[in-house]
Every structure is written in C-alpha cells, then in structure tokens.
C-alpha cells in the first residue's frame, strides 16, 4: 500500500501486563532470555494521587500512572510537560457494570463519583491531576484496535506539532455479564514516550505505514496474550524494541489495515 | 434526506481521494451505551448473562459509531472515535488536521454523535446540574443543562492555494488540560483560556479579530462563569459571543462538531447567532452575550468546547482572504 510513512523516536517505554511487572522486567521475557509466565497483573497503588482521588480510582488509572510514570523516567522527561494520547477499548468496565446494574434497579441511583469515572476519558483526567499535566491529553477508542488507532495519533503530533508525545494504552477485565460477550482477561498497560529528534535516552527510530499484509504473531504462550487483550496487539512492537538489532513488524489494527513498522534501535 | 446525505458524502470523498485515503475521526461521549443498560434490565434470571441479542461491538463499544459510518460510508481509511466527554467532538477536528497534514490521508470524515441514556441523565442529576426549566446560559437565573441529543458532520479537506468564496476555513485549533478535577473546570478558567490562546496562535489571528465566539457556554453557575473569565483573559470581554445550547441543549460528545457546523453557517449567512432563552445576562459575568441574531460581517469565529476530566479544545473557523 502507498501512503506516507510516519516516524518518531522511541525515548522511553512502560508495561505492566500478565507475568510483566515493568518494561524493565519485561525486556528479558520479549529478547528470549526468560520464559513468560501467566501470572495475574498486579496493579500498583497509584500514590502519586492525593489520597481521596486515590480510593475512587480503578484499574485504568492504576495501569496509566504505572506505565506512564516508568516511561517518562526511562525517557529523563517531566510528565507534566508532554501531551498524552490515551487509548483502550472499553475503559473501566468495573465502574460501567455498577452503572448498568443499578440504573437497572426502580432507584437508578449512581453516585457523582460514579459519573465521572464513566467518562472514557477518566484515566486522562487523574494523569493531569497526579501530574500536573496542562498540555492537550485525548482519549481515544477503536475497539480491537484501539493501540494501532492510539500509535497513528501519537505519531501524527509528532509530525504535525513537532513535540514528544506521551502514548499510554491499557486495557482490563470486565465483570459479568459484560464478561460474557467481551472477554478480557487480565490488566495489560503500555506506554511510549515518541519524539520528534534523537535524543540521550532515545531508544529506537520507528517509522509506521499502513500496509495490507498480515499481522504478525508472537511466539509461544505471549501470542494468546497478544491475541487476548487489544492493547497487547503492542507485543510484536515492544518484542523489536526488547532486542539489539530491531526489525521490522506488523502490528494488528483494523479489520481492513494493518500498521507495519520498521523498527531500528539507536544503540 | 438520510440516503442524500450518504451519497453526497460517498460520492464527494470516496471518488475524489479513493475510499482508503479518507479517515473517519467521531466523537462521542456514551455511543450506544442506552443498549446495555436496557439489557441489564432483561438478565437472565439464573445466570445473570445478557440477552442473546446483545452486542457489545456495535453498540455498547465506544467504537460503534464510527466503526457504523466507515461501513455505511463504506470508508476505508483509519478510524477512530475520540471520547474526551464534553469536548470529544471539537478535538476530531485537531487530530484528523493533524493525519491529513502528516500525509496519512487526504480527507476526513469528522463530527460528533450522542443519543439520551440515563447514565448521563441520571449522572448529571447527581451532581445537581440538570436544569428543570430550558437552561438559559449565562442568565444570571441560569441553573444547569438541559440535555440534549445531536448528530452533526463534515468533510475535512486539505485547503486548496485558492479557496471558494463560500469556503469554510479551519484555521487554527487549540488544546489543552486543567490538571485541575474531573467534574469542575478550573475556576479562573485556566486551561480554556490556553486552549483560545493556543487556536489563535496556531491560526495567526489576533484576539481582537475574532468576531464571534460560540461559547461551551453549558447554562452551569461554574462552566459559564469560568468560560466568562478564560474568554475575557485570552480575547477580551468585548468579543460578542452566544451559546447555542440554549436551542440544543448540551449535547455532550455531539457539542464539539455541532456547534462548528453552527460556525460554518454563521460564516456562510454573515449572521451572528444570539442565544436563545437567557434574558437576564447575568452582570457578575464580563461579556458581550448576545441576545438578538443579527447581521454582521464574520471573517473569524471561535468555538469552545470542555469536558470533564479538565479537556478543553477551541477552534478557530474563518472565510477566505
């Protein structure tokens, strides 16, 4: 397929998924080192909230100060200086199966508490109150492909606005009965800090297209997490950013394109 | 009248720039959310699983509606729908700028969509922000939103070196976060006031051109009196303005594309619209809120929208030189 070729500069990277406590962590699973493990995610308390925000926050806020945070100090940048490009599919399905069940109920009663963590962009809205943020955040949604949809965001600021950029996506489980038409496993949260120029903590160069060619597949038990949870769709990235020599890959994204990605690391 | 304007869109983007070089950029705040909270109604009683004719993808997904018009449109570029809240349909005009300005695509398919539902019927009235009359922004007896519902449109274009007279220009957008709290804007309207001032950097317009700003201008005692401050800072109090939503009502995630279709056709008829209901401007807010339509010469307008979770973005349209 023809079209423009998108690029930026990986500076920093966060995770926090099944059996991947940090990207740190997570570089010796992706390179081959050490086998993955299926382990629960484990979600850090977000303490960089005040402590009456901290109570009222669910997994998709846990998950974005988690990976986010990791990904601006491995990336040596104030988090409250870069755009954010927030991505999931369903956002916190927790809160959303409260509002369902008790609009439900003869009382319909939800708290104002409730309302505001119903909106997609909650996440965003703790991130700027955690970290002082002021820069354009968004919050993006496209179902199973949600990251490809965030990464194509984040890449176009990059070139049009010539700024880093902060990408975070993160997806979590769904109670019953929502569980039972959209199975989400487990927790999975990535983020990238992108930027315009090569900088000391820069990572990769990465260059994106849209392409009709198939995605590819992860190699042993990571391709059921990758196929799992849409903001996993991310592992053959992070899996060319996790070796020395990088590579190209393509990336699941809509039903009708694909991203492919020549990833070329800056040692 | 539906099927006109699917044609019309289909024909005028889809043949011109090949249905793959046209991207979709929706915003919505709740989608078809109103489906799963009727099902939740209809669970099973032994198992508690949802009707068998549920579906998540195209309804409950924040996605549906974007995912509806690339398939009814039958559209082949990237997709996506922003969910900022109150401002998702005002930022699609920034990012799909941004993708045809990269060369990701050429043409976009932006606007907004939001249906009634009782999470927000009912969530609203939570925070005590529902008005029981038509809400009256800036009236000084102003008291809350009215809801209401809205599908607004339009094809974004990479702007030729010689534009129509009857062209509508997106000059410039701007936006930014309050870092503030998730259901009140920052009460010296700070990040609204970065996000105008942004626009009107990125547009190169001075403040003092702005001919009319169409305010988020909600009918809430904070929105509009935080709007009030943020306005006069970043244009000056003068700038006559009105909110539309005295006629809409606040719809929500469709605010953002509605309200710039309503700055479109300002632009194109040369008339200023007044706000409708408010009577009594209310004199604690320093602005020129406008009462009667009227003729006037527009070259620039403004659009404000903000959402919860502190997201704000303004636009700036204009006519050709």
């Not at chain 2, 719809?251 to 706000?275: F, K, M, N, S, Y």
Request: with cysteine; proline share 6%.
């Amino acid at each position: 397929m023809s079209g423009a070729r998108l690029s930026a500069y990986v500076d920093g990277v966060g995770l926090l998924a099944p059996g991947m406590t940090s990207w740190t962590d997570a570089v010796h699973v992706l390179c081959g080192e050490v086998p993955w493990v299926s382990a629960p995610t484990v979600l850090p308390a977000p303490q960089s909230l005040p402590a009456a925000e901290r109570r009222r926050t669910g997994p998709s806020v846990k998950l974005t100060l988690a990976t986010g945070l990791e990904a601006t100090r491995h990336a040596g940048v104030e988090p409250a200086l870069l755009p954010a490009v927030f991505t999931s599919s369903g956002g916190d399905g927790q809160n959303c199966h409260e509002i369902c069940a008790a609009l439900a109920t003869t009382e319909r009663q939800i708290s104002p508490t409730r309302f505001h963590n119903s909106v997609h962009n909650a996440a965003a809205g703790y991130w700027g109150i955690a970290t002082g943020a002021t820069p354009a955040s968004t919050a993006l949604c496209a179902h199973d492909a949600s990251f490809g949809a965030g990464l194509l965001e984040a890449l176009t600021q990059v070139a049009a606005e010539r700024t880093a950029v902060l990408l975070l996506a993160y997806d979590s489980a769904y109670p019953e009965p929502i569980n039972g038409v959209r199975s989400i496993p487990d927790a999975f949260g990535v983020a990238l800090v992108l930027a315009p120029a090569r900088g000391a903590a820069t990572l990769a160069r990465i260059e994106a297209h849209l392409s009709d060619a198939a995605a590819d597949s992860m190699p042993g038990a990571l391709e059921g997490l990758r196929r799992a949870i849409p903001a996993a769709r991310s592992l053959p990235l992070l899996a060319r950013l996790a070796v020395p020599q990088g590579g190209a890959v393509v990336l699941d994204y809509l039903p009708h394109l694909r991203l492919a990605l020549t990833v070329t690391r800056c040692p | 009248m539906l099927r006109s304007w699917y044609s019309h869109l289909r024909l005028r983007s889809a043949r011109r720039y090949g249905a793959g070089r046209v991207g979709v950029f929706l915003g919505t705040s709740t989608s078809g959310i109103l489906e799963s909270e009727i099902a939740y109604r209809h669970r099973d009683a032994h198992t508690g699983a949802l009707p068998a004719d549920f579906r998540y993808a195209g309804a409950h997904n924040t996605y549906s509606v974007a995912a509806f018009a690339l398939q009814a449109l039958r559209l082949a570029g990237p997709a996506v729908v922003i969910s900022s809240a109150c401002s998702s349909s005002g930022k699609v005009f920034a990012s799909a700028q941004r993708a045809i300005e990269s060369g990701l695509i050429d043409a976009a398919l932006v606007g907004g969509v939001d249906s009634l539902c009782l999470t927000t019927l009912y969530g609203f009235h939570s925070l005590q922000l529902v008005s029981a009359a038509p809400c009256r922004p800036f009236d000084s007896a102003r008291c809350g939103i009215s809801l209401g519902e809205a599908a607004a449109f339009a094809l974004l274009e990479r702007a030729p070196a010689a534009p129509a007279a009857e062209a509508v220009l997106l000059l410039g957008y701007g936006e930014s976060s309050d870092a503030y709290h998730m259901s009140s804007p920052h009460p010296q309207g700070r990040g609204a006031r970065e996000a105008m001032q942004k626009a009107l950097a990125a547009a190169g317009v001075a403040p003092a051109e702005i001919d009319y700003i169409n305010f988020h201008g909600t009918g809430t005692a904070s929105n509009d009196e935080s709007e009030a401050r943020a306005v006069a800072a970043a244009l000056g109090a003068q700038v006559a303005g009105s909110s539309t939503k005295g006629a809409t009502g606040h719809t929500l995630g469709a605010a953002g594309a509605l309200e710039a279709v309503i700055c479109a056709l300002a632009l194109r008829a040369q008339l200023l619209p007044a706000g409708v209901n408010t009577t009594q401007v209310d004199p604690a807010l320093e602005v020129n809120y406008q009462l009667r339509s009227r003729a006037a010469r527009l070259r620039y307008v403004m659009s404000n929208s903000f959402g919860f979770g502190g997201s704000n973005c303004s636009l700036i349209f204009g006519r050709p030189a």
